[in-house]
């Protein structure tokens, strides 16, 4: 007992001497700064990519992304120990208020017209989808009804018909007159078999999958402070035998479920928002979901 006590001891001394920080920062950071420093100075600094500092960093280290007011176009996974931490020191990703966005432009040359004012085209990626019309999902119309072999759609309205997603333009306008994007890579947050792990103040958008996928075997796993919105199919995932706190997180403008349970997953929510406004709060199937007062509610 007194060397499993030691033991213990002894790792945790280890880990809080050797945790380092890591800097990114999508505006002043380079991927061939070694990422020790916060801001720029005498030929080193931040890197600009989360991906770079996950590959440099190791036991529970903390990643400390800026909120630069530009989004990173990027998405990220944690796999295996060197992206864990300990009990008392777990390995941490703080997201400052920072965005991730996995959206890419479509180009006005991508559409063909269909029939007067009804636009298609075809994504690289048909399983789920996600159209954007500006920085917010355009108004999705369940493929039920169709009208001369296209979709029953009003102005300003999208669906995913036949492996095309299809448009209404306005009166009098065109295609190319909207800022229109969709949802490209596939997942924002990945976790995989990983332990004593904190993500917290981060903004995730845009995904063709989910925000956030706790894929299997995560364990002592916080999302504190996360909002995911605007993903094809979920907000967050927790699958197969992963068990996941989210702590003070939203989760709304999803495509299939706002939170989507499987396996023998079990996920803890505190104050947080699942928000029914596209998709069911909770799709499950077979996980658990421990809801503690009205964090399934509206906020």
Same mark, same amino acid.
């Given at each position: 007992?007194?060397?499993?006590?030691?033991?213990?001891?002894?790792?945790?001394?280890?880990?809080?001497?050797?945790?380092?920080?890591?800097?990114?920062?999508?505006?002043?950071?380079?991927?061939?700064?070694?990422?020790?420093?916060?801001?720029?100075?005498?030929? +080193?600094? @931040?890197?600009?990519?989360? =991906?770079? %500092?996950?590959? $440099?960093?190791?036991?529970?280290?903390?990643? &400390?992304?800026?909120?630069?007011?530009?989004?990173?176009?990027?998405?990220?996974?944690?796999?295996?120990?060197?992206?864990?931490?300990?009990?008392?020191?777990?390995?941490?990703?703080?997201?400052?208020?920072?965005?991730?966005?996995?959206?890419?432009?479509?180009?006005?040359?991508?559409?063909?017209?269909?029939?007067?004012?009804?636009?298609?085209?075809?994504?690289?990626?048909?399983?789920?989808?996600?159209?954007?019309?500006?920085?917010?999902?355009?108004?999705?119309?369940?493929?039920?009804?169709?009208?001369?072999?296209?979709?029953?759609?009003?102005?300003?309205?999208?669906?995913?018909?036949?492996?095309?997603?299809?448009?209404?333009?306005?009166?009098?306008?065109?295609?190319? +007159?909207? @800022?229109?994007?969709?949802? =490209?890579? %596939?997942?924002? $947050?990945?976790?995989?078999?990983?332990?004593? &792990?904190?993500?917290?103040?981060?903004?995730?958008?845009?995904?063709?999958?989910?925000?956030?996928?706790?894929?299997?075997?995560?364990?002592?796993?916080?999302?504190?402070?996360?909002?995911?919105?605007?993903?094809?199919?979920?907000?967050?995932?927790?699958?197969?035998?992963?068990?996941?706190?989210?702590?003070?997180?939203?989760?709304?403008?999803?495509?299939?479920?706002?939170?989507?349970?499987?396996?023998?997953?079990?996920?803890?929510?505190?104050?947080?928002?699942?928000?029914?406004?596209?998709?069911?709060?909770?799709?499950?199937?077979?996980?658990?979901?421990?809801?503690?007062?009205?964090?399934?509610?509206?906020?």
């Amino acid at each position: 007992m007194r060397s499993l006590v030691f033991f213990v001891m002894l790792c945790c001394s280890v880990a809080q001497l050797h945790a380092r920080d890591w800097y990114v920062d999508n505006r002043l950071g380079d991927d061939q700064f070694s990422g020790r420093l916060r801001l720029p100075a005498s030929g +080193d600094g @931040p890197v600009r990519t989360i =991906a770079k %500092a996950l590959r $440099v960093c190791g036991t529970a280290d903390r990643i &400390v992304i800026a909120n630069t007011g530009m989004a990173y176009r990027e998405s990220f996974t944690l796999v295996g120990g060197r992206h864990s931490g300990l009990p008392d020191f777990p390995f941490v990703v703080e997201g400052n208020g920072a965005m991730l966005d996995g959206r890419t432009l479509v180009p006005a040359e991508a559409w063909s017209v269909f029939r007067g004012d009804i636009y298609r085209f075809r994504p690289p990626r048909q399983a789920s989808a996600m159209l954007y019309l500006g920085e917010r999902p355009a108004r999705f119309h369940p493929p039920l009804e169709r009208q001369n072999g296209a979709p029953r759609l009003e102005p300003l309205e999208w669906s995913l018909v036949d492996g095309y997603i299809w448009f209404r333009v306005e009166q009098g306008k065109l295609i190319e +007159d909207y @800022p229109l994007s969709i949802a =490209a890579l %596939a997942v924002g $947050v990945g976790l995989y078999h990983v332990h004593d &792990v904190v993500v917290s103040n981060l903004v995730v958008q845009g995904y063709q999958l989910d925000g956030v996928n706790a894929h299997d075997g995560v364990s002592m796993c916080r999302l504190s402070n996360v909002t995911s919105r605007g993903n094809g199919r979920s907000g967050f995932t927790v699958a197969n035998a992963s068990r996941v706190l989210l702590d003070g997180c939203v989760s709304g403008d999803n495509g299939a479920s706002q939170l989507r349970s499987e396996g023998y997953s079990h996920t803890r929510l505190i104050n947080t928002s699942l928000l029914a406004n596209t998709a069911p709060r909770i799709v499950s199937s077979g996980g658990e979901a421990q809801i503690e007062g009205d964090s399934a509610a509206p906020r």
